[in-house]
């Protein structure tokens, strides 16, 4: 498996992301390496970090959700961001 992130110049903005925004972060998932089996990309929010999962079909089938605040304070552990089937997403 690899998972590849290409290089974008501002990415990383939660409320201005959007797929194919020039701000959004996305990345290609690769199993075995060198064929594409997905993507995770970043999603418009508000405040907490949301990540779309897509299929090469680019159809969403499922949303990481994090925590507003990612940091596990003392800074040290995991962090658990949950997934959501696309079928139980609510915007």
């Avoid at 959004?24 to 418009?44: D, F, I």
């Amino acid at each position: 498996m690899r998972i590849v992130r290409h290089f974008k110049c501002c990415a990383g903005c939660p409320w201005c992301a959007s797929p194919g925004n020039c701000c959004s972060l996305e990345l290609e998932v690769e199993a075995p390496v060198g064929q594409v089996v997905g993507y995770v990309k970043q999603e418009c929010s508000s405040w907490k970090p949301r990540l779309g999962l897509y299929d090469t079909s680019d159809q969403m089938v499922g949303l990481l959700t994090g925590p507003c605040c990612v940091c596990n304070l003392p800074c040290c552990g995991d962090v658990d961001f949950p997934v959501s089937n696309f079928t139980s997403i609510y915007y």
